[in-house]
Nanobody, 134 residues
Framework: VQLIESGGGSVQAGSSLKLTCEVK????????MGWFRQTPQKEREFLAA?????????????YYSDSLRDRFAVSRDNAKNSAYLEIGSLEPEDTAIYYC???????????????????????WGQGTQVTVST
């Protein structure tokens, strides 16, 4: 599986961004998708995740970092093989490389217990830089 991220860039504080992660190959509906970010000073940080969409392709669960849930929104579009992360009210502290990740393990219970852990995901995108200035 290959993950291709886009949507990063340099923006002013207070603005919004929508990051896209397109998945190549495999049945996208079976993938749990996660979003993380990293700076040189910190370990990779969990942001948000969205589960696979179940046998009917309509059931899914969303998870967020407690400290960021008010400004972040995760979504997916199975028809476009893509997951999204919308970030509102950007702050300079949001400057980082943003990564999407995928795990092909269609199990709601398991994912609900491990969605925040980097080891759970077996495929990662190349990262997209987000830079926020005042």
């Amino acid at each position: 599986v290959q993950l291709i991220e886009s949507g990063g860039g340099s923006v002013q504080a207070g603005s919004s961004l929508k990051l896209t992660c397109e998945v190549k190959r495999g049945r996208f509906a079976n993938y749990n998708m996660g979003w993380f970010r990293q700076t040189p000073q910190k370990e990779r940080e969990f942001l948000a995740a969205i589960s696979w969409t179940g046998p009917n392709d309509h059931t899914y669960f969303k998870y967020y970092s407690d400290s960021l849930r008010d400004r972040f929104a995760v979504s997916r579009d199975n028809a476009k093989n893509s997951a999204y992360l919308e970030i509102g009210s950007l702050e300079p502290e949001d400057t980082a490389i943003y990564y999407c990740a995928a795990s092909e393990f269609p199990n709601f219970k398991e994912f609900g217990q491990t969605y925040y852990a980097t080891f759970w995901y077996n495929a990662w995108g190349q990262g997209t830089q987000v830079t926020v200035s005042t």
